[in-house]
């Protein structure tokens, strides 16, 4: 870092420490892990907000729509590896903070195992039978042929992403971000180009973009797996992980998966139900036609850039939680959870306002006539005031998976997003509300889950929860 960008960074830390948001100390640690993988969330995200809107120029909106309907299925994909991941970071966490770096290699060699026991069968399904998937969402037949198309050619690519989730949060867990930030921005890169290739090069549409998408995830599997094997990057500044994949050791430990699933269960739930929720919802929007779903998923696109910042404030959460109550330093872990939080909350605001000013021109990026516009302007808008709700959700819910403490942030999600977020957008089939119901539900799908995590967090039972996963309790030795 130049003298200038220290300068500048030291005195956003002695801002942010007057307002009460985050003490100096605990800021850097903070954003050294944060910011990488804040920028491969968005690297990550921004692969499918460009192929939707490089399909949107090459094939219009039933094109669009398509691709809404197969990211859904993709996006159940994300939020299993997600939650899987979670139990990972956690032990991993927890185990190299405590020193345990053998146990935390053989952590990671059984998380890898599940990963493949997972994927295998979604892959199947979404070659087999990705025309009547596609169909349980879409009411015309172009935009379940572009969507059934993506869906098989992107088939191949859910190993790799789950391998890939699996390794970010190992290197998540021992505290490189870097490491995986320059694996997923490289993909990333690649996705973007070889998309454009295939679609506009090649006339390939939505196959193409899947092609893309498929190649450089897999891309990112072998120089992730290059570091985790323990081999060296040489000059490129990643570094292999301290606590690498091995022939040694068992290659099944039963403990450790049992405590693995225990922990990942409910924060595969939990990350299913934000998932899951979406296939209602655009069944809900497909009523409305295929342009209002092509301005539903700009705003939910939109959104998901905007939780790019999640990728970072909630992991560093995790990983400095977990660290801390692995060494038996429960207040300080406190004090990380509570001021991650509170700065997330000042960045998404920040992001939130900005996005709003620029709501138009960003949705001329994907549509092009003024009333197409115009709605997806409004759900731009929608979207990134909702993506606050989920700056507070993933931060919260990052120090309780720190600690292990995953059960009721399964329950607050499916409270935020079925009990509440899915009622109000069935109003808009059955009230005057029409759209507007959509905007609603976008704003409760995040802020109901949100404010149950922040009070879990604040009543600290998860402090108690922590203490059956660290190195030396009695469930080590199960």
Do not use: C
């Not at 379940?144 to 190992?170: C, D, K, M, Q, W």
């Not at 001329?364 to 302007?377: G, K, N, R, Y």
């Amino acid at each position: 870092m130049s003298r200038r960008a220290g300068t500048v960074v030291d005195a956003i830390a002695r801002g942010l420490e007057r307002l009460g948001v985050i003490s100096t100390e605990r800021f850097r640690p903070t954003m050294e892990l944060a910011l990488p993988r804040i920028g491969t969330g968005f690297a990550i995200m921004s692969k499918q907000t460009a192929d939707l809107a490089m399909v949107g120029i090459a094939v219009g909106t039933t094109g669009t729509a398509g691709l809404a309907f197969a990211l859904a299925y993709w996006e159940v994909v994300t939020m299993l590896g997600l939650g899987l991941a979670g139990g990972t970071v956690t032990l991993v966490s927890q185990n190299y903070g405590g020193e345990q770096t053998e146990r935390a290699s053989i952590v990671v060699k059984q998380s890898v195992l599940v990963a493949i026991a997972f994927a295998i069968p979604l892959m199947a399904a979404f070659f087999l039978f990705a025309e009547p998937l596609i169909g349980l969402l879409a009411n015309d037949s172009e935009s379940i042929h572009h969507g059934s198309v993506y869906l098989a050619f992107v088939a191949p690519a859910i190993l790799f992403e789950l391998l890939n989730l699996i390794a970010s949060r190992t290197y998540t867990g021992i505290g490189d971000t870097f490491t995986e930030m320059m694996a997923r921005g490289g993909g990333a890169v690649l996705n973007v180009i070889l998309s454009a290739l295939l679609i506009f090069g090649f006339d390939m549409g939505v196959a193409g973009a899947a092609i893309g998408t498929t190649l450089s995830t897999g891309f990112v599997t072998v120089v992730l797996a290059w570091g985790m094997v323990g081999r060296n990057y040489g000059a490129l500044g990643m570094e292999p992980s301290p606590v690498p994949i091995t022939r040694t050791g068992p290659l099944l430990d039963v403990g450790i998966i049992r405590q693995l699933m225990e922990i990942s269960t409910p924060e595969i739930g939990r990350r299913l139900a934000q998932g899951i929720v979406v296939f209602p919802l655009l069944w809900i929007t497909a009523v409305f036609g295929p342009v209002i779903v092509t301005a539903f998923e700009v705003g939910r696109r939109v959104r998901s850039l905007i939780n790019s910042i999640n990728w970072g404030m909630s992991l560093a959460s995790s990983s400095l939680v977990g660290q801390h109550l692995g060494a038996n330093e429960e207040d300080e872990a406190e004090a990380y959870g509570g001021a991650i939080i509170r700065l997330s909350l000042v960045i998404y605001v920040t992001a939130a306002v900005i996005v709003v000013v620029f709501a138009e021109p960003i949705a001329s990026i994907f549509v092009s006539s003024p009333d197409e516009v115009t709605q997806a302007a409004i759900f731009v808008a929608i979207g990134a005031i909702s993506a606050v709700g989920f700056g507070i959700d993933g931060a919260a819910a990052g120090a309780l998976l720190g600690a292990g403490a995953t059960r009721w942030p399964f329950v607050s999600s499916l409270i935020g997003r079925y009990v509440f977020a899915l009622p109000a957008a069935a109003l808009g089939l059955a009230t005057p509300l029409g759209i507007a119901a959509l905007y609603l539900a976008f704003l409760l799908e995040t802020f109901v889950p949100g404010g149950i995590n922040y009070w879990l967090f604040r009543t600290g039972h998860w402090k108690a929860v922590s203490r059956r996963y660290r190195p030396g309790s009695a469930t080590d030795t199960d």
